[in-house]
């Protein structure tokens, strides 16, 4: 496994997900990690972030309701998303902020929000 995005989902807006990203050891150690999402016909963006310290930083839209974290022991990476927005709805990557570029993306996860 080197990145495995799940836990996304069809939820009505207002509603809570949380995702979870497994990486492989080799990937995840010691680095900043990153959700990413991709609406349809839209560029892929990053939503949250995460050092190996702890440290965070989130996208102006998603500031105050997802909230990004770590288990290094387990080489997870974690995205809850609180108060979801039909405008939240898109694939839900995850990916070290420095990605080579001969990593995959993975197939990440879909989250749907209806409104």
């Known amino acids: 496994v080197q990145l495995q995005a799940s836990g996304g989902g069809l939820v009505q807006a207002g509603g809570s997900l949380r995702l979870s990203c497994a990486a492989s050891?080799?990937?995840?150690?010691?680095?900043?990690m990153g959700w990413y999402r991709q609406a349809p016909g839209k560029q892929r963006e990053l939503v949250a972030a995460?050092?190996?310290?702890?440290?965070?930083n989130y996208a102006d839209s998603v500031k105050g309701r997802f909230t990004i974290s770590r288990d290094n022991a387990k080489n997870t990476v974690y995205l809850q998303m609180n108060s979801l927005k039909p405008e939240d709805t898109a694939v839900y990557y995850c990916?070290?902020?420095?990605?080579?570029?001969?990593?995959?993306w993975g197939q990440g996860t879909q989250v749907t929000v209806s409104s």
């Open positions: 050891r080799s990937i995840f150690s010691g680095n900043a």
């Open positions: 995460i050092t190996s310290g702890g440290s965070t």
């Open positions: 990916a070290p902020r420095l990605r080579p570029a001969s990593l995959s």
